[in-house]
């Protein structure tokens, strides 16, 4: 069973930055792509960034691309996102998630295509 844990969340006024850790247990961590998602009230969760399993490819949505930075340190089980420049519209509660498949090459912004979740951090931006 593969946990992971997020950390980092809290209230921040725009243009402040945050960074959000997501630590996983297991030792297979480094043999998948992990994701970023976010969910705001009332809204869909939608994709924010993922990174490859060994760390050298990093996909972002177009709504936080030049903002957020993912990353990753496999000795340490854990992935990361940078967030700065935050705006309003970045309030959501943050969730990071585990690829489905083990070496998987690409990209994919569907949540379905992620098998295990953490419990979510909160970030609320203020305006």
């Known amino acids: 069973q593969v946990q992971l844990v997020e950390s980092g969340g809290g209230l921040v006024q725009a243009g402040g930055s945050l960074r959000l850790s997501c630590a996983a247990s297991?030792?297979?961590?480094?043999?998948?792509?992990m994701g970023w998602f976010r969910q705001a009230p009332g809204k869909d969760r939608e994709f924010v960034a993922a990174i490859s399993w060994r760390g050298g490819t990093t996909y972002y949505a177009d709504s936080v691309k030049g903002r957020f930075t993912i990353s990753r340190d496999n000795a340490k089980n854990t992935v990361y996102l940078q967030m700065n420049s935050l705006k309003p519209e970045d309030t959501a509660d943050y969730y990071c998630?585990?690829?489905?498949?083990?070496?998987?090459?690409?990209?994919?912004?569907?949540?379905?295509?992620?098998?295990?979740w953490g419990q979510g951090t909160q970030v609320t931006v203020s305006s």
């Open positions: 998630a585990r690829r489905a498949g083990v070496y998987t090459i690409g990209s994919t912004n569907t949540p379905r295509e992620y098998d295990y």
């Open positions: 297991g030792r297979t961590f480094s043999s998948y792509a």
